[in-house]
């Protein structure tokens, strides 16, 4: 699968939520949330639209300093030390305006690289976004019933290690700069703004391709092979070239 939709039933830690100062505010039509600390805004994000009124439809934007237990896709996890990073999770309670669903990660990288506006960031597929080679934001999709969750890890101002084996080994990270949480509400805004307009495939492969590197060669992250990235499907597949000749990758494989 291209993107890592879960189903997962509802589990009401509010316990978790009050624990935390929940500080609430109206960004345009995003119902911001700010949280002290959690373990991770795709389950806050999950507890606070359950408890929410069904007949809000606007997104939801929870957003964090720390999380003490992030998550990238597959069981990975995403890291922070809590100083001045920012962790956020948008959930949208009910459609989006665009299908497939597959090619969402790559529209969320338009939006995030848009926001964060540092003419020296590209997209790598399916789902970062790069610092001179150096990860500075990872994204993630779920799914949880009708809505759809996408959080975004953003190195704002550290940078944590990056193991270099085992299965949460990947490329060094990078940070980018700035406030963190105007750069979180720049990115909710973004998406909120997004998601009250039209999209549709074609405007999502030209969005994203303008924004990617097309020069770097990707590493396959279980067989370790080099290939070129080619071009996007209409799908959000990544068509490349290796040393056996051209295809088309699925998410997920790539360092
Ligand atoms: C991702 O997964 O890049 C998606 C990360 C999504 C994190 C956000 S934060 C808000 C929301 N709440 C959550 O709990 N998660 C989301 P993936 O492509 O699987 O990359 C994970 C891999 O990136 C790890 O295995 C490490 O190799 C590396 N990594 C972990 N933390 C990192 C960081 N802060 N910066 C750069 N690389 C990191």
Known sequence: MLISLMRRTHTLFLATITQTRA?????RNVDWRW??????TMDSAK???AARDTNDARPLAVATAHQTKGRGTRGRSWT??????VALTVAFPSEIPLTPVTLLPLRVGTVVI????????????????????GKVAGILVESDGEAIFVGIGVNVASVPTVPSSGSDRGR???KV??????????IADGLGAWSQGRDDAMNVITDWSARADWTAELELRETGERVKPVRLLPDGRLRVRGA???????ADYLL
């Open 114 to 133: 848009d926001a964060l506006n540092d003419s020296r960031l590209s997209l790598k597929w399916p789902n970062d976004v790069l610092l001179d080679g």
């Open 172 to 174: 060094r990270a990078a």
């Open 177 to 186: 700069g700035g406030d963190a949480v105007a750069i979180a509400r720049s």
């Open 47 to 49: 507890e606070l639209l």
């Open 35 to 40: 949280l002290e600390t959690t373990p991770s």
């Open 23 to 27: 500080m609430t505010t109206t960004c």
């Open 244 to 250: 056996a000749g051209e295809r088309a990758l699925v």
């Open 80 to 85: 922070d030390d809590g100083r001045g990073n």
